[in-house]
């Protein structure tokens, strides 16, 4: 099942979700003049998460689907070893950067206030990427790391699931039923707790992962068995997914009833090669977005507070802060990525030796 085409659709959309949720995150920084449109979509930023749990099974699936006909102790370490190194090293160093801010804020700037944000049970947790997993009531340190703790979750469970799924979904329509329910589950757990995807991070937030990457699992496996619809099905499929987002939008639909089947449509219309993108220069550059977007989305939250915290003033538009800050998110992630995450994926300790390179499209 395993191919080694990149299918760089994927590796732009990538781009634009972690923009997608930077705009989130700083969308108090936004103009005043800034259309109503833009403002709801910066205000529901918090989705590219789920969609990068779904676009994560697919392509984790695409590169190690193939090691578990069984689970076996020497493929199943070598296989999380090789994760770890692709997720940890950035993760670790972010960490290092909080404890960093976290000295600077209380005992030099001596500010205080900050300290139920830093503590040391939370870090140690951080540091086995255990933080989201159902023990804690808040976020601390490193605030997007928390869907990191859940991915590393889903990679743990991934060959099981792996085993599971041929015995259950062997052809298109299984597949299909099983990522649909799946995310129909997704749907029920946030039912039945009261609360849409963004409020979901603290106790559902590892179900939510888990769920949608075994979703994205099951959308490999129908591509493999379906590799190209054809420019017409793919463009339904396309359609379909921006239909799931605009009738969301247009009724105020609860955003766990159609979001991420819509995200599924999108990254199974993404990955046909009727879809490829042109090589244009506008999409290499999303491609390069999403490239580095794994660093991007790491950073993005420490540079806001650093940001703020050195330029916010009275009498500073907010604008004028935003107008800094992209920018410097920019050059922090090409950095970031040549000297932190490319690094760490061959130079990490791991379980079983140095990694090979990861597929480009795994974040």
């Known amino acids: 099942m395993r191919s080694s085409a990149y299918i760089r659709g994927l590796t732009a959309i990538r781009g634009l979700a972690a923009w997608w949720i930077v705009s989130f995150h700083m969308r108090e920084f936004l103009p005043a003049a800034t259309p109503a449109l833009l403002r709801a979509t910066a205000a529901h930023g918090y989705l590219a998460v789920d969609l990068f749990f779904i676009l994560s099974g697919f ?67 951080s540091l086995l990427l255990v933080q989201n997993w159902g023990f804690n009531n808040g976020l601390e340190w490193n605030y997007p790391a928390w869907s990191i703790s859940t991915e590393w979750f889903a990679y743990l469970i991934f060959p099981f699931f792996m085993v599971v799924l041929p015995r259950i979904a062997a052809t298109p329509r299984r597949l299909t039923l099983c990522a649909a329910a799946l995310l129909a589950t997704l749907a029920l757990l946030c039912q039945w707790q009261d609360t849409n995807l963004s409020g979901a991070i603290l106790h559902l937030g590892l179900p939510r992962c888990a769920l949608e990457f075994c979703a994205g699992v099951c959308l490999l496996r129908l591509h493999t068995l379906q590799p190209s619809l054809g420019r017409r099905r793919a463009f339904s499929i396309m359609a379909a997914a921006l239909a799931c987002l605009v009738v969301t939008a247009i009724f105020d639909l609860p955003d766990y009833v159609l979001v991420p089947s819509g995200f599924a449509l999108l990254i199974f219309a993404l990955a046909d090669p009727a879809l490829a993108l042109p090589r244009a220069w506008p999409w290499r550059a999303l491609e390069w977005l999403g490239t580095v977007s794994y660093s991007t989305y790491m950073v993005h939250y420490l540079l806001k507070m650093v940001i703020k915290l050195a330029i916010e003033r009275p009498g500073i538009p907010m604008p004028a802060i935003l107008a800094i800050y992209l920018p410097v998110l920019l050059a922090a992630s090409a950095i970031l990525y040549r000297a932190v995450e490319v690094p760490g994926r061959t130079r990490f300790p791991t379980l079983l030796g140095r990694p090979r390179p990861a597929y480009t499209n795994l974040h």
């Not at 300290?115 to 870090?123: C, E, L």
Request: charged residues 10%; proline residues 6%.
């Open 59 to 125: 392509v984790v699936a695409l590169s190690y689907g193939d090691w578990f006909g069984a689970v076996q102790p020497a493929p199943y370490f070598k296989f999380l070893s090789r994760r770890l190194a692709r997720i940890y090293p950035l993760h670790l160093f972010m960490l290092l950067m909080f404890v960093a801010y976290a000295f600077g804020i209380n005992v030099i700037l001596k500010r205080g206030g900050l300290a139920g944000h830093f503590t040391p049970g939370y870090f140690a947790q």
